[in-house]
């Protein structure tokens, strides 16, 4: 779920909100002094194609380029309309923090630097839009396990359109837990796999699938794909002392079908979205939702669900176990959708006025 901040920010941002001077006040002193915040606003500026609305005439906004550094880029450095360029000298003036649960695992001047990740096509673009037309929205998976198949239990999946990963079950109603959709619901039961060899400890117990992307890269054509992942969340109650919390991860792969040891190592990118803490209370269905833009080279992405101990205090903390057990923590609704974007010719003379 979107920053309640956030979202105010990029509704003012855009027009589609009015704010007062004490909520604007207060957002720019966010931004100056929330590194993470700025960071997160400027990606979403970027990802969602919102460029073009900083030019607008809005003497209210104003202070805002101020506080992002729009307005005090060198203008020596770029032309003076070609925001994008401003908008990446300051990501680069600014410290970087990590913001987990965004598009991608790399760095956000890595990626600015490659110059393919957001989409930089020219410089009057709007980052990857050159109109409506050109983006294709697809569902590609919306899984409530009213099939009645069980997910294997055997790690990562081997072959395509299976879940397959820790031990589960597929359950109705139980622990005061009602399935968010239909009558049944996955109930992760531990974070080891039948047939596990290595003996790396683990505490994640994970729900997995693996799709088949090549298609959605070819109709780009040289152009942008972005996967979106979902799913809701919930555990029954558990001891005051525990602190759990959920994810949902997408991993981005070549032509080989990855093994638990090596997902890691040969992944493209990923990015990870977190649900924290889970609230154990089995009347709320709790959401996590992650976003990857698909770099060169990717074949398959892998869809992964987990759950989690969160450790009461980062001292002390006791050797890790074997592999934990959880007693009660279950997903449903588990939602997937690929954005494509195709490359546009002569992008210059195809960008919105």
């Known amino acids: 779920m979107m920053n309640p901040d956030l979202q105010i920010f990029l509704q003012a941002w855009t ?37 073009k609305a900083v030019q607008s005439a809005r003497p209210r906004w104003l202070e805002m380029h101020d506080a992002l550094g729009l307005s005090t880029a060198s203008k020596n450095d770029c032309p003076e309309d070609d925001l994008a360029s401003r908008v990446l000298q300051m990501v680069e003036a600014r410290p970087h923090v990590p913001v987990k649960g965004r598009w991608f695992s790399l760095r956000p001047v890595t990626a600015a630097a490659a110059g393919v990740v957001f989409g930089l096509l020219s410089a009057s673009m709007v980052f990857g839009f050159a109109g409506r037309s050109l983006e294709k929205v697809v569902a590609l998976l919306n899984e409530n396990f009213e099939s009645g198949t069980a997910p294997l239990v055997t790690g990562v999946p081997q072959q395509l359109k299976q879940w397959s990963g820790d031990f589960s079950e597929l359950v109705g109603e139980q622990q005061d837990v009602k399935p968010a959709q239909g009558k049944k619901m996955v109930r992760v039961l531990r974070s080891d796999f039948e047939g596990k060899t290595s003996s790396k400890p683990s505490i994640q117990g994970d729900l997995m699938r693996i799709v088949d992307v090549r298609s959605f890269l070819r109709e780009a054509n040289g152009g942008e794909v972005l996967i979106t992942l979902s799913a809701l969340l919930n555990a029954a109650p558990f001891l005051e002392a525990e602190r759990y919390e959920g994810a949902v991860t997408l991993w981005a792969l070549g032509p080989q079908f990855p093994t638990e040891e090596n997902l890691m190592d040969d992944a493209l990118a990923h990015s990870v979205g977190l649900c924290r803490p889970l609230d154990g209370d089995p009347a709320t269905w709790q959401s996590a939702s992650t976003r990857l833009l698909l770099p060169p080279g990717t074949e398959m992405v892998l869809l992964k669900v987990s759950f989690s101990p969160m450790p009461a205090s980062r001292k002390n903390l006791p050797p890790l176990p074997d592999h934990v057990t959880f007693a009660g923590h279950f997903a449903d609704d588990v939602r997937a959708s690929v954005t494509i974007r195709k490359a546009v010719p002569n992008h210059r003379n195809e960008v919105l006025p």
């Open 15 to 51: 027009g589609d909100a009015d704010v007062s001077d004490v909520e604007r006040q207060r957002l720019l002193q966010r931004i100056e002094t929330d590194a993470v915040f700025r960071t997160e606003c400027v990606e979403e500026i970027r990802m969602l194609g919102m460029i």
